[in-house]
């Protein structure tokens, strides 16, 4: 049988072609989608072992319909892959209330309830990889992509965490950082408030401009990316976070030099905060 996987996000991009190349590997996999109409679709992807469900990430009955289905029919799901999700771009400032809440209740609160619904089965088998699909943009902040960019620094987070509550379980979490990749990201799937705040002009308008002049033109290669999740997976001590792209490891040491350099440079302001011994043994009474 292979491994069963469970991805969510699968009607296009790395979730569909993860699926693909998974299965073609000889594992098992169950893929969510948002339409009915897609699920045929899906299971003729590689039939026998591509698997569609309708699930939303944001909807719990079918969080747990369909992580019972994969249980029920497998008997066990050894990977989960938390790839649902979209980009909602415009200044901080511009992009509304709602908004900003769907970005969290996707992005965050989806794969958190996926992790939930899983864990259970994962914890009693002792085994099992949890992969968050997280972005370079859960390491670094841009102009116009603030609320995403606090989506996927809380995944991040989270995931770094969830990594050490479940590592003395047998249980592996990774956090996936991809740079700029050839799928629908910055083109349909993406949630653009367009800025008409004059002084947003030269930083959150011009970023989002050209995030939407680069669509269709990225220099990542999906399917090389999902290759390299499904490598990840199979080693036997895997990383906590893998960027993948040219990009993202160059971004990802700017951003580690930088902020050494931040640090460091206003150490002198922020480290004499702690009590001094003598006030300490003053408060303690000794």
């Known amino acids: 049988m292979g491994k069963i996987w469970f991805v969510t996000g699968c009607s296009t991009g790395f979730g569909k072609e993860l699926?693909?190349?998974?299965?073609q590997k000889g594992d098992t996999v169950v893929g969510t989608l948002r339409k009915s109409e897609q699920i045929e679709e899906f299971n003729k992807?590689?039939?026998g072992k591509?698997?569609?469900v309708l699930l939303d990430v944001t909807n719990n009955d079918q969080i747990k319909k369909g992580v019972d289905f994969a249980l029920e029919k497998f008997g066990k799901i050894d990977v989960l892959v938390n790839n649902a999700g979209y980009g909602s771009?415009?200044?901080?400032?511009?992009t509304d209330d709602d908004e900003m809440v769907r970005q969290f209740d996707v992005n965050v609160f989806g794969a958190v309830k996926m992790v939930k619904a899983v864990l259970p089965s994962m914890r009693k088998q002792r085994s099992g990889h949890i992969l968050n699909i997280t972005s370079i943009a859960g390491i670094q902040g841009f102009p116009g992509v603030?609320?995403?960019n606090g989506s996927k620094f809380a995944l991040e987070g989270i995931g770094e965490a969830l990594a050490a509550d479940v590592k003395h379980l047998g249980i592996k979490v990774i956090n996936i950082e991809p740079g700029p990749f050839r799928t629908d990201w910055a083109g349909r799937s993406a949630n653009f408030t367009p800025s008409k705040i004059e002084d947003y002009k030269e930083s959150a308008a011009q970023n989002m401009n050209n995030i939407a002049n680069v669509s269709g033109k990225q220099v990542g290669d999906?399917?090389?990316?999902?290759?390299?999740?499904y490598e990840v997976?199979?080693?036997?001590?895997?990383p906590i976070h893998l960027p993948l792209g040219a990009v993202a490891y160059q971004r990802f040491h700017t951003k580690i030099n930088a902020l050494k350099e931040e640090i460091e440079k206003f150490e002198y302001i922020g480290k004499p905060t702690d009590f001094t011994e003598e006030e300490l043994a003053k408060l303690d009474g000794k």
Request: charged fraction near 25%; hydrophobic fraction near 45%; aromatic fraction near 8%.
């Open 146 to 148: 603030g609320i995403y």
């Open 19 to 23: 699926a693909k190349y998974a299965a």
């Open 89 to 94: 771009l415009g200044s901080v400032e511009e």
């Open 233 to 238: 997976v199979e080693l036997e001590n895997p």
């Open 222 to 229: 999906p399917v090389k990316a999902v290759k390299a999740m």
């Open 45 to 47: 992807l590689e039939p």
């Open 50 to 52: 591509t698997f569609g």
